[in-house]
């Protein structure tokens, strides 16, 4: 059973270009989640998404960061415009629908912005 | 605001001795907990989760402590092996809200000397 699924695991981007992060979740595991790690910090929750809808989108930034979860393929985590602010670690994790399971997560998308 | 707090960055232990990390939140919402470890460059890996129900469980060389009065969590490893060396984040959810997210500490860098 293959785990959670992250392209690229190294993304370079300029100022101003889009940055987008792709999400394969664990097969049978209808939840999905994005978190970010900036240097020397925690993961910080983002958003989760089930198919085709998001849950909670609170912890995501309101302008330029967008996510969808659609009916076929992965999950996107898009940023758009990047900033050097927006450089970190982006992990995706995903679990299966019962509230008590743990997440599981990807080996996660560093994104650097010159 | 920090929700969940590790206030250790850092600890060194001594091979087969007990490593023992700790934990304080603030949020009495939160009702299950975890602990992640986290290798550099690789996602965060699931150890081992607790709920309010409960004040502790064990799992092989891990235990967990729930003291709920005083918002405390512990991880206990015993015997410590080199290979215990890395991040261990805990982390914190209102699971029972259907609040799916979680809420991550700062982390503790465990190093076991052999």
């Known amino acids: 059973n293959a785990g959670v699924m992250q392209n690229p695991r190294h993304l370079v981007r300029r100022r101003g270009q889009e940055a987008r992060l792709r999400c394969s979740p664990m097969?049978?595991?209808?939840?999905v989640y994005w978190y970010r790690q900036l240097p020397e910090e925690g993961l910080k929750f983002m958003v989760y998404l089930q198919k085709e809808n998001i849950i909670d989108e609170s912890g995501m930034p309101k302008e330029r960061f967008s996510a969808e979860f659609p009916k076929e393929g992965p999950s996107i985590l898009r940023i758009q415009q990047v900033v050097r602010g927006d450089s970190a670690a982006y992990f995706c994790?995903?679990?299966?629908?019962?509230?008590?399971?743990?997440?599981?997560f990807g080996p996660g998308t560093r994104l650097t912005v010159l | 605001d920090q929700q969940v707090k590790q206030n250790s960055p850092s600890l060194s232990v001594q091979e087969g001795r007990i490593s023992i990390l700790n934990c304080d939140y603030t949020n009495s919402m939160f009702d299950y907990f975890l602990w992640y470890k986290k290798y550099p460059a690789e996602g965060p890996t699931f150890l081992i989760s607790?709920?309010?129900?409960?004040d502790k469980n064990e799992d092989g060389r891990f235990t967990v402590f729930l003291n709920k009065s005083a918002k405390h969590l512990s991880l206990h490893i015993v015997p410590s092996q080199p290979g215990d060396s890395a991040v261990y984040f805990c982390a914190a959810s209102e699971a029972t809200s259907g609040t799916y997210k979680y809420i991550f500490g700062t982390g503790t860098r465990l190093k076991v000397l052999a």
């Open positions: 097969k049978g595991h209808s939840h």
């Open positions: 994790a995903s679990s299966p629908q019962s509230i008590y399971n743990e997440q599981f």
């Open positions: 607790i709920s309010s129900i409960k």
